[in-house]
């Protein structure tokens, strides 16, 4: 199915979100939709998926123009979404997710046969058939959620799909998954409206690039006649510098000592981070990453081994305990876990400050003026509430609540998931200057590129350990051999 969107334009509480946007989907194509965070691309969106109305323009569709009162409108006319948050329940089969709402009845009652085997199909079609409809959602990766969703949209007979950064969550290795799912997608003629800041992926999958910028149309290409640099110039409105800072010169002494360190999901990690290096901590999902940075933050704390910092043991049992140690932590889950999404830019700067400091640590902190220059947040004031930031300045805000409290060690995880490119650059030299200024910064990120231009030294994890050491411009290919077992540490 073919769709048209027509001259949109879309304001809330008097802010022009929207600015006259035209684009077109075609049956069995790829639509890539850039831009910088706040761009207007996930509401553009959802004005297709019928959550938003246009305050002016239209859409358009085979049988001629519609107009959607709510999502049940546009799934009626085969119009589904996949949002970047997933809406799946956890405590339900794959088979109850696909069908919910939707259930077959047979005899007063719910066909589970009926229900299961339909799920089946659609599943063998999307070549995901190990997912078995019977299992608990909870139990499957990110990427057979990815898929599932994709399924529940297929059950309710979609022919457009819009996708809003469906690899934020997932790891190099899944996103093949991704890929195929979406070449199937093509094949079954199904019109893909895609959102992603990865520029790997728009020009692996699309056929066509449409940039958005401050809401307005500003160019749409085929993808074979657009470079990535031209790309990145359309969505910022400007030449990018070099990808990644440049690193600093040698580190100074140790400031996070682990030695024989473990609970029960991390083993035997025995490693040091210095003043002023940032050490890249690359693996694949489930290799213990994000649980090494969890228990040095204390909210799942090491019951093995010991850990030093400035070469003064701590035994780290709670984050309130880390603080006090020197060691600050950016959560993957920024929305869930690390800021008040109610609250004001100025209170989620100051939260650790207040929360965790007294006295002389508390008047040390930067003051707010200063913070918020350090941080070039974008936002209408320091008054403005958090949840109405881009992702970008969102993720900016966490990193400087770290600021106000100078941690000598620093653990990021994820630190530029789901923002884009500008905003990329911008986390990067925050972290490059806080390395400068002497703090340790252990870096997870499943973005190898990135982990890779961002290190000083790149530790790999496998099986809940450390395998390996890299140094400094160490290949991608070098970091997966170790990551997937295959290797031994040394110089790629």
Same mark, same amino acid.
């Given at each position: 199915?073919?769709?048209?969107?027509?001259?949109?334009?879309?304001?809330?509480?008097?802010?022009?979100?929207?600015?006259?946007?035209?684009?077109?989907?075609?049956?069995?194509?790829?639509?890539?939709?850039?831009?910088?965070?706040?761009?207007?691309?996930?509401?553009?969106?959802?004005?297709?998926?019928?959550?938003?109305?246009?305050?002016?323009?239209?859409?358009?569709?085979?049988?001629?123009?519609?107009?959607?009162?709510?999502?049940?409108?546009?799934?009626?006319?085969?119009?589904?979404?996949?949002?970047?948050?997933?809406?799946?329940?956890?405590?339900?089969?794959?088979?109850?997710?696909?069908?919910?709402?939707?259930?077959?009845?047979?005899?007063?009652?719910?066909?589970?046969?009926?229900?299961?085997?339909?799920?089946?199909?659609?599943?063998?079609?999307?070549?995901?058939?190990?997912?078995?409809?019977?299992?608990?959602?909870?139990?499957?990766?990110?990427?057979?959620?990815?898929?599932?969703?994709?399924?529940?949209?297929?059950?309710?007979?979609?022919?457009?799909?819009?996708?809003?950064?469906?690899?934020?969550?997932?790891?190099?290795?899944?996103?093949?998954?991704?890929?195929?799912?979406?070449?199937?997608?093509?094949?079954?003629?199904?019109?893909?409206?895609?959102?992603?800041?990865?520029?790997?992926?728009?020009?692996?999958?699309?056929?066509?690039?449409?940039?958005?910028?401050?809401?307005?149309?500003?160019?749409?290409?085929?993808?074979?006649?657009?470079?990535?640099?031209?790309?990145?110039?359309?969505?910022?409105?400007?030449?990018?510098?070099?990808?990644?800072?440049?690193?600093?010169?040698?580190?100074?002494?140790?400031?996070? /000592? +682990? !030695? =024989? #360190?473990?609970?029960? @999901?991390?083993? %035997? $990690?025995?490693?040091?981070? &210095?003043?002023?290096? *940032?050490?890249?901590?690359?693996?694949?999902?489930?290799?213990?990453?994000?649980?090494?940075?969890?228990?040095?933050?204390?909210?799942?704390?090491?019951?093995?081994?010991?850990?030093?910092?400035?070469?003064?043991?701590?035994?780290?049992?709670?984050?309130?305990?880390?603080?006090?140690?020197?060691?600050?932590?950016?959560?993957?889950?920024?929305?869930?876990?690390?800021?008040?999404?109610?609250?004001?830019?100025?209170?989620?700067?100051?939260?650790?400050?207040?929360? /965790? +400091? !007294? =006295? #002389?640590?508390?008047? @040390?902190?930067? %003051? $707010?003026?200063?913070?918020? &220059?350090?941080?070039? *947040?974008?936002?209408?004031?320091?008054?403005?509430?958090?949840?109405?930031?881009?992702?970008?300045?969102?993720?900016?805000?966490?990193?400087?609540?770290?600021?106000?409290?100078?941690?000598?060690?620093?653990?990021?995880?994820?630190?530029?998931?789901?923002?884009?490119?500008?905003?990329?650059?911008?986390?990067?030299?925050?972290?490059?200057?806080?390395?400068?200024?002497?703090?340790?910064?252990?870096?997870?990120?499943?973005?190898?590129?990135?982990?890779?231009?961002?290190?000083? !030294?790149?530790?790999?994890?496998?099986?809940?350990?450390?395998?390996?050491?890299?140094?400094?411009?160490?290949?991608?290919?070098?970091?997966?051999?170790?990551?997937?077992?295959?290797?031994?540490?040394?110089?790629?």
């Amino acid at each position: 199915m073919n769709v048209r969107l027509e001259g949109i334009t879309k304001s809330f509480f008097g802010v022009t979100v929207l600015r006259g946007v035209d684009l077109d989907l075609r049956a069995g194509e790829v639509h890539a939709l850039v831009g910088e965070n706040g761009a207007g691309k996930s509401t553009l969106l959802k004005v297709l998926a019928g959550v938003h109305r246009p305050d002016s323009g239209r859409v358009v569709l085979e049988r001629g123009e519609v107009s959607f009162t709510g999502p049940r409108d546009a799934q009626a006319a085969g119009i589904s979404m996949i949002h970047q948050e997933l809406d799946l329940l956890d405590h339900r089969s794959v088979a109850e997710n696909v069908f919910l709402g939707r259930e077959p009845v047979r005899r007063g009652r719910v066909d589970r046969r009926a229900m299961e085997a339909g799920t089946r199909r659609l599943l063998d079609e999307l070549g995901v058939g190990t997912v078995d409809p019977t299992t608990p959602v909870a139990r499957l990766s990110v990427a057979q959620r990815q898929a599932v969703e994709i399924v529940k949209a297929l059950s309710a007979d979609a022919r457009v799909l819009g996708m809003d950064e469906p690899t934020a969550a997932l790891a190099d290795h899944e996103v093949e998954l991704l890929y195929r799912l979406v070449a199937r997608l093509r094949e079954r003629g199904v019109a893909i409206l895609y959102v992603s800041h990865r520029m790997r992926e728009v020009f692996d999958l699309s056929q066509r690039i449409t940039v958005l910028k401050d809401g307005a149309l500003v160019a749409t290409s085929a993808t074979r006649d657009i470079t990535s640099d031209h790309l990145v110039r359309l969505m910022v409105g400007r030449p990018l510098e070099a990808r990644y800072p440049e690193r600093g010169g040698e580190p100074g002494d140790v400031r996070l /000592a +682990l !030695r =024989g #360190a473990g609970n029960g @999901r991390v083993r %035997d $990690l025995t490693f040091d981070v &210095r003043a002023g290096e *940032v050490v890249g901590l690359a693996g694949l999902q489930g290799s213990g990453r994000s649980a090494t940075a969890r228990a040095i933050w204390g909210v799942e704390p090491f019951t093995a081994g010991s850990a030093a910092v400035d070469g003064v043991p701590v035994r780290v049992d709670r984050p309130r305990t880390a603080v006090g140690a020197g060691i600050g932590y950016v959560t993957e889950d920024r929305k869930g876990e690390g800021l008040a999404l109610r609250q004001s830019v100025k209170d989620n700067l100051l939260l650790v400050r207040r929360a /965790a +400091l !007294r =006295g #002389a640590a508390a008047r @040390r902190s930067a %003051d $707010l003026g200063e913070l918020l &220059r350090s941080v070039a *947040v974008t936002a209408r004031g320091p008054d403005q509430e958090v949840r109405y930031l881009s992702g970008g300045n969102q993720q900016k805000v966490v990193l400087g609540k770290w600021l106000a409290v100078e941690p000598r060690v620093l653990i990021v995880d994820e630190p530029t998931r789901g923002v884009d490119v500008g905003a990329k650059q911008a986390v990067h030299r925050l972290l490059r200057d806080l390395a400068n200024r002497g703090v340790a910064i252990l870096m997870i990120s499943s973005e190898l590129p990135e982990l890779i231009g961002m290190s000083d !030294r790149v530790l790999v994890m496998h099986g809940g350990t450390v395998v390996g050491e890299l140094p400094a411009g160490a290949s991608e290919e070098a970091v997966m051999r170790l990551a997937t077992g295959h290797g031994a540490g040394g110089a790629a």
